[in-house]
């Protein structure tokens, strides 16, 4: 089974970085997708909580921070308060669903990032049909080129998605 290794790299982590600064207000921070590199270890602020959902994560449960190996759809979000919660999504290839869309309607911040490949079209799609079913506010548009890089070690991975946009919303 090929991998995403190249999302490890300190080249990919500054989506991190960038998203953590936005983030920075939050009280409660929550990733869809994490992979191999939740946000957890991005964040520099004083947060109460941090919930990292991804099928792929490393399950983990701290004193502030939960890594939850399971699909975001179902699960219980009601210990974030509206307004109160940030919702980061790097990557964006998951299902949409109403449940999405209220969180990201309900966030004091959202951000999204995904990859512009002619070959990986869905997250692009899927972003748009994201947008065309919330009520957000654009805060930052921003084109990510991360081409000619060092990716690691990029065996059994795929080949490295570097032209990526990174977008950060406030609430409706």
């Known amino acids: 089974m090929k991998n995403w290794n190249y999302l490890a790299s300190e080249v990919f982590r500054v989506r991190y970085v960038i998203a953590a600064h936005y983030l920075r207000e939050c009280r409660h921070v929550i990733e869809i997708g994490g992979y191999k590199t939740p946000i957890d270890g991005f964040l520099t602020h004083q947060y109460e909580s941090v919930t990292v959902l991804d099928p792929l994560v490393e399950a983990l449960t701290r004193?502030?921070?939960?890594?939850?190996?399971?699909?975001?759809r179902g699960f219980d979000f009601s210990f974030a308060p509206a307004g109160?919660?940030?919702l980061v999504m790097l990557g964006f290839d998951l299902p949409l669903s109403d449940e999405l869309y209220r969180l990201a309607d309900n966030a004091r911040t959202t951000i999204v990032e995904f990859p512009e490949h002619p070959e990986w079209m869905q997250s692009r799609y899927a972003f748009d049909a994201f947008l065309a079913h919330t009520h957000l506010k654009l805060k930052l548009k921003m084109h990510l080129n991360l081409a000619d890089n060092d990716y690691g070690d990029l065996t059994d991975s795929w080949p490295p998605r570097t032209d990526r946009y990174l977008f950060v919303f406030g609430g409706a």
């Open 84 to 86: 109160e919660y940030g």
């Open 63 to 72: 004193k502030r921070v939960r890594r939850v190996a399971a699909d975001y």
